[in-house]
């Protein structure tokens, strides 16, 4: 049996194609988006970008007519990192990585989860392989699950609210490729899930969500979670996650 389901195609996207490549947007929450709107140096000179840390090479904050807007531009990692750099293999306009996640984020904002919305995504191929960028609107007052970690502001109701988060997920069937600390944004009011380069919906299994978990954990230990050692960590910490976890899993 095929273990992966296709997400639904959006509604109200809108194509615009133009010398420099294809760029695909939500026409609710802009009518028109074009080229410049990927360009850093049009952003600049109009004192409408500023940066912040994380990610590979900060990430880009733009101040757009859609509201104030997270800019990624898509680069490899690892060792791959120095032979690609930006560049990924062409396969099909539908499986480049901006085109999937715009898509993937459209349907999880349907779902109603907590996601940033998705304004626009574009590719610009060359030959065998392309590049590619993505928009999304920025979520106010929100700083990383990494970021309250090394402020001492992980305790056992904030890891249950993590558990929670990642269920509302996993029982949608979303697996999140690079389920980490930085990835998840806390907010006074809520959580929320960022970042699903390479996601996907998947058919229901106790097996990936549970290495989703492990990745999630791994991610707290490298980050320090477990200065106190690991039974400390697994009794203070991990239990009410789970516990949030499996709740709302069942809900």
Known sequence: MNQNRAAPAPMHEQLHQDAEGVILFDADLSPQVDGAWFDLDYWRERAALSTLGGGRGGIAVIAT?????????????????ALMGDRYLWTGADRTRSVAEFRLLQAMGKLGLPVPHVVAARYQRAGLYYRADLITRRI??????????????????????VGALVARFHREGIWHADL?????????????????????????????RMANLQRLRRSLFKLGAAADG??????????????????TLSA
Not at 187 to 204: E, Q, S, T, V, W
Not at 230 to 247: N, S, T, V
């Open 140 to 161: 106010a007052e929100t700083g990383t699950l990494a970021e309250c970690l090394a402020e001492g502001r992980l305790d056992a109701e904030l890891a249950q609210e």
């Open 180 to 208: 980490n600390a930085h990835n998840v944004l806390v907010a006074p009011a809520a959580l929320y899930l960022i970042d699903f380069d390479r996601g996907r919906i998947r058919a229901p299994g106790a097996g990936w």
């Open 230 to 247: 690991e039974e400390a960590f697994d009794q203070k910490i991990w239990p009410p996650l789970m516990y949030g976890y499996e709740r």
């Open 65 to 81: 007519p859609a509201g104030e807007c997270v800019l990624r531009h898509y680069r490899r990692g690892g060792m791959v990192a």
